[in-house]
């Protein structure tokens, strides 16, 4: 066990800290963030790895879908209209499934946030991820904090020069792998990368390449914290969203105050001391580069990286864990309550512990189930129901549509016969990546028939035709009834498709003009 003296302590200043508040918009302050270890350091490497692998492999993952259609597993289809999700195939029309998506994704950040805080930001957030990687690069190029700290304020010499040219180089390969990886997910990712590298890729391929290139290597490499502090709006958004049983990244003062760097001076002076030993390496650490003793800051990502650090520095000192970590706004207060005696008096940490040292029975603890209250019911339940909605009209859509235009001019033709015809463009959509023969039948409107031009049978009630796969076909179809069959001057009929192989039908309801003579 190491005595408090024996603490490594560090030369670190919060960029925000509450003795010397920057303006709205500060020129950026260089932040060195040291290497921490811990679990929520290895959660966070395990998201880095899954994220990261999501995005990069899967444009390159096959999924069977037959000859008729692409073999990409995830695939935009621009150029066809087509979005392709594994089994899933989403038309222009069925946009709202897009919709859909993008609400659960919307509501699910709401309930995240409620629930733990920025932990999205701290994980998972595209920027989170990208600095990380690129601080991984930094750190194995250039060392960790005191090294880069040294190296940055050192003279440019030729191995800085090496250095700084190595990282940047990596970066920008980085960036050209991120651009890339997207353009990816508009074509076929073989095909394309072929294109690429031959330089016979369509125009906007390179351009977009470029624009994402550029903004990864600015975002992650250059800016940094300041996409989160200024750009982003989620920070200013997120106090909405949480309340007293939200869970988020809180400095203990209740047990770390009166915090001292000679905890064995002040306590043989009688007077109290906290477990705080002013290490600054929770400061240290912090991407953000703020002081999280100065309570909930805009700043702060939730990332949880001063807890390892903290619990670190507990470790060595023989101390229980905990100085900083996921807590409620309700239990920080009643701990508050037992450390100051009410509020009557500073926080004496004598209060929250007992003669043997042990904390107190009186301090509240965080349980899970005090995260489950009535917002987080009501964004479940939200969320769910969008979900099901969708996964049950995904289940349920039918996968063969129909579609009717009437000819506008002429309305009706009056044949030679006395006969009175009517002119449609029927569209039938074909939704599955197969060809199917559609038999069209004729509903209502007694004594009539149909022809179809391009489709080489005589007048009758039905005709079959064939439907190329994931494709609409447009049918020029004539109606005709004899005079002595006409009812009115406007008749409604049936037009009905079915592929009795597939089980599938649809129908519209059409109507048949005729003149008032015909009556």
Known sequence: MLDQTQIERFEAEAVNSARIRQPLYAPRKKIFPKRASGSFRRFKWLVMA??????????????????????????????????????????????????????MAGIGLFLITSTVGRAWCGYTCPQTVWVDLFLVVERAIEGDRNARMKLDAGPWTARKLVLRGTKHAIWVVIAVATGGAWIFYFADAPTLIGQVVTGTAAPVAYVTISVLTATTYTFGGLM??????????????????LDENSLTVTYNDWRGEPRSRHAKKVRAAGQPVGDCVDCNACVAVCPMGIDIR????????????????????????????????????????????????GGSSPVNPSLVRTDEGKFSDRLAHFHIRKIFRLRTFIYLGAWSAVGLALLYSLLTRERLELNVLHDRNPQFVTLSDGSIRNGYTVKLLNMIPEPRMIVVTLQGLPGAEMSAVGVDLPPARSFATLADPDRLKTLKVFVRQPADQIEGTAQSFTFRIEDKAGLESAEYIATFNAPEIAK
């Not at 492999?57 to 008729?68: E, Y």
């Not at 706004?329 to 005696?341: E, I, K, P, R």
């Open 224 to 241: 940094r914290e300041q996409v989160c502090t200024y750009m982003c709006p989620w920070p200013r958004i997120q106090a909405a969203m």
């Open 50 to 103: 899954i994220t990261l692998g999501i995005y990069y492999l899967t444009p390159w993952l096959r999924w069977d879908r037959g000859a008729f259609a692409p073999d990409q597993a995830v695939l935009l289809d621009l150029a066809n209209r087509r979005f392709y999700f594994f089994f899933i195939e989403i038309w222009p029309q069925e946009f709202y499934y897009v919709a859909g998506l993008l609400m």
């Open 294 to 341: 100065d309570g909930q800051q805009l700043e702060c990502i939730t990332c949880a990286l001063c807890i390892d650090a903290c619990d670190g520095v507990m470790d060595k000192l023989g101390k229980e864990r905990g100085l900083i970590s996921y807590a409620t706004l309700s239990d920080y207060n009643a701990n508050m309550a037992v450390a100051t005696a």
